[in-house]
């Protein structure tokens, strides 16, 4: 591990660069990215090739299914080859066109440069030339992703987060050590302060071979003793058990559907195993590769503070270290499944720009900030998720807020006359106005708490129907960013309603004017 200890200040408020790449130069990426970048095209030349040898691996793997009439099967394309002798020249093709893309990639990548000044710049294309540059005041977090033959190369991916749809900068790929320095020197441009003329250091290119072998040397050594953060504090303030984590996996509420599909299999295969080998199969495959999936992603879970924000690291296979700069969370939710009640478990996830695309499956699970935790791990999450949140209001949230409602709850909850809309959770629906945040609590079955920085907080709303004016009552709606946060709690007293919307207003514009968590450091 590598010394915690920031960079020092340099004269006039500035810092010294970890990173040779942030002196405001044009760099290029890793000379290894055409490799990486060129791998996908060799996988699906692969597919191709493992399809068109369908009949031969199956003869192969499962010789009891081809003992079938002549002429039954279509004729295999390897005997094709072989009859005509042009199994040569096929191979030879093969290596043209491999040959072709990666020479290709490597044009890309020499036109592919970056520059890290006043903002993060990236130009890339050889035809068609791109352009985009990402200011520092609008970076909404940086993410470091090792995915795992990147990793067993010693590179990285890193993606800067920008303040829109579809505005992330990417670069991939990066040394694994280049990539966590450029990470820290962009968060700390972000923060407000500058960078000082730029350190002696040697940036990772020159000769190929060298390169690879450097590369390589890092990435099994990372893999023997494990990444290293180096501004991240040593220990992770959440820990998660195996025997929690896959018990929360079999406890949520998709273990529902999965049990519900189980059935389907038993009962289709006593009726028809054609409709279960291309129906059921398939949809259980799927669920277990969910779960699998899922569980991989939290067994490397970690959250810790940072001086530029909240470190999250997570995954096995893949691993993805994200910075989440303070001021960047717009809502955060605690979720409590039925099933997970006797063990006292609750998760965490939160409503923040990801500068991705809205069809980008990755964003719900960079939404996820605490997969599971007891009530102990859930406040310290939360304490540095919402430092701002004065020590008066913790009660508010622990007691009154998660596990509420307690004797003398400050929350507005829903009226007597209209508790027939909410004949379970009545006790628990409500709202709750303090100095920083709103809080919207909801749920008897499936339990959940909302909180709203007041400094993030868009605006705020009431909606009613012809049932809710019958009553008298209103829903309250909390308008943020989207995400996987619930932003509505209803039934409501119409009048409590008005008042908690007039007083989040005006408590909303005093927030925003005293907010300086954009330039944390300034």
Excluded at 37 to 50: N, Q, S
Excluded at 212 to 232: H, K, N, R
Excluded at 303 to 329: C, K, N, Q, Y
């Amino acid at each position: 591990m590598t010394d915690a200890t920031p960079p020092p200040a340099a004269p006039g408020g500035r810092i010294t660069t970890r990173s040779p790449m942030s002196d405001g130069e044009w760099h290029r990426l890793h000379p290894l990215t055409p490799l990486l970048r060129g791998g996908l095209f060799l996988l699906v030349m692969i597919g191709i090739l493992v399809a068109n040898l369908r009949e031969r691996l199956f003869e192969l793997f499962f010789p009891v299914f081809t003992d079938l009439p002549p002429g039954a099967m279509p004729p295999d394309p390897v005997d094709f080859l072989f009859s005509h002798n042009l199994f040569l020249i096929a191979a030879g093709a093969v290596v043209v066109v491999l040959v072709i893309l990666l020479g290709a990639y490597r044009l890309s990548w020499r036109f592919h440069t970056l520059r890290i000044g006043d903002d993060v710049e990236v130009r890339s294309g050889v035809l068609f030339r791109t352009h985009r540059r990402a200011p520092l005041d609008r970076v909404q977090g940086v993410n470091l992703t090792r995915p795992m033959v990147a990793r067993l190369l010693g590179l990285a991916k890193l993606e800067v987060v920008g303040a829109g749809l579809d505005a992330n900068v990417k670069l991939e790929y990066l040394s694994a050590k280049d990539a966590d320095a450029l990470r820290s020197d962009i968060l700390r441009l972000a923060s407000g302060r500058r960078l000082a003329e730029a350190g002696p250091g040697t940036l990772a290119g020159g000769s190929l071979v060298r390169a690879t072998a450097e590369a390589v040397g890092s990435g099994i050594q990372g893999l023997v003793e494990g990444e290293d953060f180096s501004d991240a504090e040593p220990e992770s303030i959440v820990r998660i058990p195996l025997g929690r984590l896959v018990a929360s996996r079999v406890l949520s509420g998709s273990m529902l559907w999965l049990l519900g599909l189980v059935v389907a299999i038993i009962v289709a295969a006593s009726i028809s195993t054609v409709w279960l080998l291309f129906t059921v199969v398939p949809t259980f495959l799927a669920y277990g590769a969910y779960y699998v999936r899922s569980i991989a992603r939290g067994l490397r879970y970690s959250i810790a503070p940072t001086p530029d924000g909240v470190r999250l690291t997570f995954g096995l296979f893949t691993t993805i270290s994200e910075v989440v700069p303070p001021g960047r969370v717009h809502a955060i939710e605690v979720r409590q499944p039925l099933l997970w009640r006797p063990f006292g478990w609750w998760s965490i996830s939160v409503n923040r720009l990801s500068g991705r695309s809205s069809t980008d499956s990755s964003t719900d699970q960079l939404a996820a900030v605490l997969p599971v935790g007891t009530r102990d791990d859930v406040e310290r999450v939360l304490r540095i998720l919402a430092p701002s949140l004065p020590a008066e209001d913790w009660p508010r949230v622990i007691r009154d807020g998660v596990l509420g409602p307690a004797a003398e709850d400050p929350y507005v909850t829903t009226p007597h006359r209209a508790r027939i809309l909410r004949p379970l959770s009545w006790r628990r629906n409500g709202a709750l106005l303090s100095a920083d945040a709103l809080f919207l609590r909801r749920g008897w079955i499936w339990r959940s708490l909302s909180i709203f920085p007041l400094a993030r907080l868009q605006s705020i709303g009431l909606h009613q129907g012809p049932l809710a004016r019958t009553m008298s009552t209103a829903r309250v709606g909390a308008h943020v960013i989207s995400g996987t946060v619930q932003t509505t709690v209803g039934v409501l007293d119409r009048d409590a309603a008005v008042r908690l919307m007039e007083d989040t207003a005006r408590a909303t514009v005093a927030a925003a004017a005293k907010d300086r968590t954009h330039r944390w450091a300034g």
